[in-house]
């Protein structure tokens, strides 16, 4: 328990540095997002329009400490402002709206990738010498794809080319969104090409990692003595060393959530999937700082929770954590 | 053998990005009435809408792709070793506090962060987009780095250095960095990896200069343009295909080093790779 | 000095006659529906409050909302009432009284009425955050239920597009109960336009046909559908044939969008303003006309327009008078000017320059990847005459603060497009648009100040009287073309692409009745009302 307690500090810790970075970043920065909207209205507006538009965005001169007390306390009544590309939405509308999208495609995407990733990098490291040998230069070539190439591949050819899956969205134009059958077919359909996308270029990291945490760990004295004793191999593999290997697998998984996270932004852009990352660059592109610093924030906090979760399985799977600490 | 075929890669690509431009010597942005033409004998890998030589920007776009690549990571490498061997040797309260800064820095999504990053930087040089990419990618290294030193200094010969009493400072970058060379090496390749793959990124999403030619600026205008829309294969598979054997090559390298530097992996010609996802 | 809209009202009532007699009710209604794609959006958010600047959602104003006349921007100077049967000017262009329709409605049944028009602009007087036209609203009075007088706090002749164009008219019985309509998202919006909202989701909107729209027999199309593309799946879509109606840039309009069938996937790209190259004149090198004029003989229009443009738009006119439509204002001893490539004449012009000094930076927005093919081109075409370009692309913010504020050499940049040129020219050339270095400007961003010029600006802004608004038009190209205080370069293209397979009946050269773009409103809402389906 103290192991948690510990960690759980560590998060809080790390939730406020977050909370920080993304209240200095914006105003550490020049540039001013009404001057933006003035110029892709090609000028024409008001002057007293713009200051009262300042106004309306929440674009103030106070003093840093000042706005920072007041941030904090907005974030604390779950208030992020609202966003200057869909003024007058608000921000957590924004994300409510598209949150969903992206825990969908990336939570199951990862899901997926993560079981099948770990389990072919066990049966890779214990069935050493034969076909699945080639898997590893795959493997190897697949890390170093962008993620948007593949995404961009796939849609070429299994959406634009032989016209299998729909290259764009998250449900098709004729469905209705509802608790339905014909809408979650859809949304499955929909997502079938985004997510091998997320799949494939993020299964090569478990598939190493899980297979050379394996070699390792077969080498260690208690698998040689499991198949001394004469238990089958699927035993010894399953039971014994993918047991034990699969724990720094697991914090590493964790860790890697971000950079899937940020792989699924150009995913999501290349599939014009309405999910966060869509809106980020949207926000970017727009130097909207309420949505950024939303959209960032989410993120973060969601990375943070999934290590926590991993924290959590690595004191269920692992003993001796819950006495010594980390 | 693995080795091998990773610097051999690598070799093909530094020769490329250095020699290439001078052999060459046309301009990359140079533009033609021989638009959208498939490879030939006069273009070997055809050309762009507005009639670039795609060959010509791929050797032109190598400097720049590894070469943020490589700046990135020497910065990123440089903030690991620092902060993953001072916190490692001294411990205590500096150690702490470098622990939960690595620590924030490994938690927080790094592309959204490049991204937000990027979406304000007032000028963006290649300069500007490889200090970003490294500023958010040297938090894992700096990590491994931390426990290996962690596990050297209680060593007879760092324990010999103290006893004779050099200075701590002497210790951790003459003692002990020396020992590290070979993790470090691993982590700065794949630092460079991930840089490489950022640049990439963020170009596709058009928030780095455009008028520079690289491999991801490359993406972005064939993506524009519609390159796979209009069958154009040959002005999009090339940057991706680069940028992909880049990374092949430096992770068949790492493999490399880490079976020299660790017999054990050797003998049961088992590669361990580091996890280079971290550092993107 | 009366104008009034007699001829064009017989114009209008002549168009919308000729449709109505082919279609019943019920031939409509088994119309199809017709897909748009106006802006790129991953997603929608529920939002149809006209005043919004850029959260709303297209075809809130013309399809929902309307204007009280409408101003063919392809045709300046040509003008058709719409809410409003005519306006009148009085008291030296500080007020101005409509006459309106009568026997419109709003789509909940109530009837449409002055008060509703007078509620509307008093709206803008008071929330200064709607009133985006920057429109100087003194007060307004309701002269009749279909008279209304509007005041303004100085001479706003030149503002008759903002007001009677631009300005969508509310209902007041609606309105008037909103507390914030600053942050109001009108979710259920009731308008008086041929479409009312029936769906909406994040993915896709659709409006239905007001069956008790004021134009009889009108709309034919009985629904129209708005789904959510990025600008990368909308090429998708534009090749499969998931759209009837895109205003998209095409990187190859032939293989991805004609597909070797030019009559029924046809596209309409009319100018709307112009680019220009920005010359900084803060910059001592620049301020000499010599060197302006070398720039423009060297560049070689011609290629920008087929390599970069991939031959979409049109070499500007170097008035920037946009072509044709604007005959009338073109100054009669520049009327077959045009640009030509002289590369000795412009070394020659260069030979008093310290060439070292010739050097420059040229500032485009990374985004708008068909500019830097531009700046690329300008750069290859000015070393030729011993100008170093060092082009740069950099973000839009980037850009635009930079250009705002002065701190650039050479930019790239396009105009804003009004009813007639002098909107145009107004923003690139008046210097009370001109702030100094450091400051962002909202127009003008090369710095021009000249006197003769400004007293033109002033001399159409005091007249309502067209003629005099085309002298003193006329007056202003001829600047552009003798003193080039900006160097103009191609037509800034609308985007327009439709096909007949559903509706025909859509703008083109020979009829070019409104702009074509399907989000340009209100002309998109126009465009729709002259459709009718496509014979099987």
Redesign the interface.
């Known amino acids: 328990m103290r192991f948690l307690a510990r960690r759980l500090g560590?998060?809080i810790?790390?939730a406020w540095?977050?909370v920080t970075?993304n209240f200095l970043?914006?105003r550490l920065?020049?540039?001013?997002p009404v001057?933006?909207?003035?110029?892709?209205?090609?000028?024409?507006?008001?002057?007293?329009?713009i200051?009262?538009?300042k106004r309306?965005f929440g674009i103030s001169d106070a003093n840093l400490w000042q706005q920072y007390l007041g941030y904090l306390s907005n974030l604390a009544h779950g208030e992020l402002g609202?966003?200057i590309?869909?003024?007058?939405?608000e921000v957590s509308?924004?994300i409510a709206?598209?949150l969903p999208w992206t825990i969908g495609l990336v939570g199951v995407a990862t899901l997926i990738s993560y079981l099948v990733g770990t389990s072919l990098g066990v049966l890779m490291?214990w069935k050493?010498g034969t076909w699945l040998d080639g898997v590893l230069?795959a493997a190897?070539?697949l890390?170093?794809?962008?993620?948007?190439?593949v995404a961009?591949?796939l849609?070429?050819v299994f959406?634009?080319t032989l016209g299998w899956f729909p290259?764009?969205?998250?449900?098709g134009?004729e469905v209705?969104?509802g608790l339905t059958g014909e809408f979650a077919g859809s949304v499955v359909y929909h997502a079938v090409l985004p997510a091998v996308t997320i799949v494939l270029a993020s299964m090569a990291?478990r598939i190493?990692?899980m297979?050379?945490v394996m070699?390792?760990t077969?080498?260690e004295d208690y698998v040689v003595m499991a198949e001394a004793k004469g238990l089958t191999s699927r035993r010894v593999m399953w039971a014994y060393a993918a047991r034990n290997a699969i724990l720094p697998n697991i914090t590493?998984f964790a860790?890697?959530?971000?950079?899937v996270?940020?792989?699924s932004?150009?995913t999501e852009?290349?599939?014009?999937?309405?999910g966060i990352g869509?809106?980020?660059?949207?926000?970017?592109?727009n130097?909207d700082f309420p949505l950024?610093q939303g959209?960032?924030l989410v993120?973060?906090l969601a990375?943070?929770v999934a290590?926590f979760l991993a924290d959590l399985a690595y004191v269920v799977l692992d003993p001796r954590t819950r006495q010594e600490g980390q | 053998m693995k080795i091998k075929i990773g610097a051999g890669i690598l070799v093909f690509f530094t020769l490329m990005a250095l020699l290439g431009p001078l052999l060459i010597g046309a301009d990359p942005a140079a533009t033609s009435s021989d638009g959208l033409q498939g490879p030939s004998a006069e273009h070997w890998l055809g050309t762009t809408q507005t009639g670039q030589d795609i060959l010509v920007q791929i050797v032109y776009g190598a400097r720049i792709s590894m070469g943020v690549g490589l700046l990135s990571a020497v910065i990123a490498t440089i903030l690991a070793v620092a902060v993953g061997l001072v916190g490692g040797y001294f411990g205590g309260a500096i150690d702490e506090t470098l622990s939960v800064l690595t620590n924030i820095f490994l938690v927080l999504p790094a592309l959204p962060l490049i991204i937000v990053l990027a979406g304000y930087l007032p000028q963006r040089g290649v300069a500007s987009v490889a200090v970003v990419i490294a500023v958010t990618g040297w938090a894992w290294g700096a990590r491994v780095l931390r426990a290996q030193t962690l596990s050297v200094r209680r060593r007879d010969f760092v324990e010999a250095a103290k006893a004779s009493g050099e200075r701590p400072f002497r210790i951790v970058f003459f003692e002990i960095l020396p020992v590290l060379l070979p993790v470090i090496a691993t982590s700065f390749l794949a630092t460079v990896v991930g840089a490489i793959l950022a640049e990439a990124g963020l170009s596709f999403l058009g928030l780095a200069d455009l008028s520079t030619v690289s491999w991801g600026t490359m993406l972005y205008f064939a993506q524009t343009g519609q390159a796979l829309l209009i069958g154009a294969w040959w002005w999009f598979i090339p940057p991706g295909l680069c940028i992909a054997l880049v990374g092949t090559g430096l992770a068949l390298v790492n493999f490399g080093i880490d079976e020299l530097a660790n017999p054990r992996l050797r003998t049961i010609k088992a590669p361990r790779k580091r996890k280079a996802e971290a550092t993107a | 000095m009366r104008r009034t809209l007699v001829a064009v009202t017989a114009l209008t009532l002549a168009i919308a006659g000729c449709s109505s007699s082919g279609s019943t009710g019920k031939s409509s209604s088994n119309a199809p529906p017709l897909v748009i794609h106006a802006v790129d959006a991953g997603t929608f958010q529920e939002d149809f409050n006209p005043f919004h600047l850029e959260g709303v959602n297209f075809g809130t104003s013309g399809m929902i909302y309307e204007t009280l006349e409408f101003f063919n921007k392809l045709k300046p100077g040509e003008i058709t009432p719409w809410l409003a049967l005519k306006h009148e000017w009085s008291n030296d262009g500080k007020s101005l009284t409509f006459t309106l329709r009568q026997g419109v409605k709003w789509t909940d049944g109530q009837p449409f009425t002055a008060d509703d028009v007078a509620f509307t602009f008093d709206l803008l007087l008071k929330h200064p955050e709607l009133n985006k036209s920057a429109l100087e609203i003194a007060g307004t009075k309701v002269l009749a239920p279909d008279k209304v007088q509007i005041d303004f706090k100085s001479t706003s002749y030149a503002k008759l597009f903002n007001i009677a164009g631009s300005s969508p008219i509310v209902a007041k019985h609606i309105w008037e109960k909103e507390q914030d309509p600053v942050t109001f998202t009108n979710p259920k919006p009731v308008g008086t336009g041929p479409y009312k909202l029936s769906k909406f989701s994040a993915q896709l909107y659709e409006m239905d046909k007001n069956p008790n729209y004021w134009q009889p027999g009108k709309p034919e199309v009985p629904k129209l559908k708005f789904p959510a593309y990025t600008a990368n799946a909308v090429q998708t879509a534009l090749q499969q044939g998931e759209l009837d109606w895109a205003g998209a840039f095409v990187p190859d309009m032939q293989k991805i969008y004609v597909q070797g069938k030019p009559d029924q996937n046809k596209f309409f790209f009319p100018p709307e303003g112009v680019v220009n190259l920005l010359p900084n004149l803060t910059n001592p090198i620049l301020a000499k006309p010599e060197v302006r004029q070398a720039i423009s003989l060297a560049i070689d229009r011609d290629k920008i327009v087929q390599v970069a443009e991939r031959g979409y738009t049109k070499v500007a006119h170097p008035t920037t008078v946009p072509m044709p439509g604007g005959e009338s204002y073109l100054p009669p001893e520049y009327k077959d000017a045009a640009f030509k490539v002289d590369v000795e004449k412009a070394k020659e012009l260069l030979k008093g320059v310290d060439p070292a000094k010739l050097s420059f930076t040229l500032l485009v927005p990374s985004p708008f990847t068909d500019w830097v093919n531009v700046a690329q081109l300008i750069r290859e075409d000015l070393a030729k005459v011993g100008i170093k370009i060092e082009t740069r692309g950099v973000a839009f913010a980037d850009w635009v603060s930079k250009v705002g504020k002065g701190d650039y050499d050479l930019s790239i940049r396009s105009t804003p497009a009004g009813p007639t040129p002098y909107y145009q020219m107004r923003t690139l050339l008046y210097s009370g648009l001109a702030t100094p270095v450091g400051k962002s400007a909202t127009g003008n961003y090369e710095r021009w100040k000249d006197a003769e010029t400004d007293k033109l600006i002033d001399a159409y802004a005091a007249s309502e009287d067209l003629a005099k608004q085309q002298e003193a038009t006329q007056g202003l190209g001829k600047i552009m073309v003798e003193k080039l205080p900006a160097v103009p370069l191609f037509y800034s293209p609308s985007w327009a692409q439709f096909r007949t397979t559903k509706y025909v009946g859509w703008p083109s050269e020979q009829d070019p009745y409104a702009m074509p773009s399907p989000y340009t409103s209100p002309d998109a809402a126009v465009v729709l009302l002259h459709l009718k389906p496509a014979a099987k």
């Not at chain 1, 590309?85 to 939405?89: E, I, L």
């Not at chain 1, 869509?278 to 592109?285: F, I, Y």
Request: aromatic share 12%.
């Open positions: 560590f998060y810790l790390t540095a977050a970075l970043i914006p920065m020049p540039g001013d001057d933006l909207l003035v110029a892709r209205m090609k000028g024409n507006v008001d002057p007293a329009a200051d009262a538009m309306a609202r966003s590309t869909f003024f007058p939405t509308t924004v709206d598209s490291a050493r230069p190897t070539f890390h170093a794809v962008p993620y948007f190439w961009l591949a849609a070429f959406g634009v290259a764009s969205r998250a449900y134009l209705e969104p990291d190493l990692g297979r050379n070699v390792t077969l080498g590493s860790l890697s959530l971000g950079f996270v940020g792989g932004v150009l852009i290349v599939f014009s999937y309405p869509s809106m980020l660059l949207k926000g970017v592109e130097e950024m959209i960032f993120i973060s990375v943070l290590n």
